[in-house]
T-cell receptor, first 113, second 111 residues
């Protein structure tokens, strides 16, 4: 079974550009979570989505960040007008139900120049 | 604010010894507890989950949960150099499905 897949694995953007991070959950999983890990810091929850719905976005910055999980295709985390402080590892996790274990993807490491 | 606290370490143990990693959490409503291992530059990998008070064993790993003391620990028996990593404690609260992570404890197992 394929695990959670994320692409790209590494992404370099200049300040002011847009970053799009993609996550394909484990086959059969309908719950997707995005976490951010800043350098030398712990993992912080950003957003929880189910197909076509945002369930909890309490960890998302209010501006420039958005997420979606369409009926078809991967979940997308979009960061507009990136700044240097957005440089981090962004991890996606998926689970099969609301109380099930979350399995993490390999992450996307975003570097903003 | 819900918090999960871990000693950042590094915790250094000799090969073959028992490594003991500790975690405390602030919200008594917490229901699910997880230990993840994260190698440098890699993603978190699930080691153990525990939901009830007491001990849960899986191979060389034992998770211990004490809800009254709001404390969860991970014991690694017969520690190996390959166990050297950062261990993340994660808690899922009643109110939502997100995980709240501690800052992690860096474990170093010396040959």
């Amino acid at each position: 079974n394929a695990g959670v897949m994320q692409n790209p694995r590494h992404l370099v953007r200049r300040r002011g550009q847009e970053a799009r991070l993609r996550c394909s959950p484990v086959k059969g999983h309908s719950h997707v979570y995005w976490y951010r890990q800043l350098p030398e810091e712990g993992l912080k929850f950003m957003v929880y989505l189910q197909k076509e719905n945002i369930i909890d976005e309490s960890g998302m910055p209010k501006e420039r960040f958005s997420a979606e999980f369409p009926k078809e295709g991967p979940s997308i985390l979009r960061i507009q007008q990136v700044v240097r402080g957005d440089s981090a590892a962004y991890f996606c996790a998926s689970s099969s139900g609301t109380t099930d274990t979350q399995y993490f993807g390999p992450g996307t490491r975003l570097t903003v120049l | 604010q819900k918090e999960v606290e871990q000693n950042s370490g590094p915790l250094s143990v000799p090969e073959g010894a028992i490594a003991s990693l500790n975690c405390t959490y602030s919200d008594r409503g917490s229901q699910s507890f997880f230990w993840y291992r994260q190698y440098s530059g890699k993603s978190p990998e699930l080691i153990m989950s525990i939901y009830s008070n007491g001990d849960k064993e899986d191979g060389r790993f034992t998770a211990q949960l004490n809800k009254a003391s709001q404390y969860v620990s991970l014991l690694i028996r017969d520690s190996q150099p390959s166990d050297s990593a950062t261990y993340l404690c994660a808690v899922r609260y009643n109110a939502g499905n997100m995980l709240t992570f501690g800052g992690g404890t860096r474990l170093m197992v010396k040959p």
